[in-house]
Nanobody, 114 residues
């Protein structure tokens, strides 16, 4: 079973940038990879998805500000987040499906605040 470990979260001011990374313990080349986020008191929501062919989808609130990418040689997926807003504050999770079950990392906290 592939394990996912997120990193790169932190505290940033509005308008700033962060780059999140998700490292997988095994090959992810066949899988779609996704980033979700969950703010306190809110449901977990899909942020961005990248498929095995490199195509991407973004949630409307972040489109144009975030960019998802993957490096199958390193088994990593990244989320470049620009023009961050206070509303982007959340725990961010990496996700994939290995054909049997949905897999999640432990999350990395992103806080956007003055």
């Amino acid at each position: 079973q592939v394990r996912l470990v997120e990193s790169g979260g932190g505290l940033v001011q509005p308008g700033g940038s962060l780059r999140l990374s998700c490292a997988a313990s095994g090959s992810i080349s066949r899988y779609f990879m996704a980033w979700y986020r969950q703010a306190p008191g809110k449901r977990r929501e899909l942020v961005a998805t990248i498929f095995s062919d490199g195509s991407t989808n973004y949630a409307e609130p972040i489109e144009g500000r975030f960019s998802i990418s993957r490096d199958n040689t390193k088994n990593t997926v990244s989320l470049q987040m620009n023009s961050l807003k206070v509303d982007d504050t959340a725990m961010y999770f990496c996700n994939t499906y290995d054909g049997t079950k949905s897999l999640w990392g432990q999350g990395t906290q992103v806080t956007v605040s003055t």
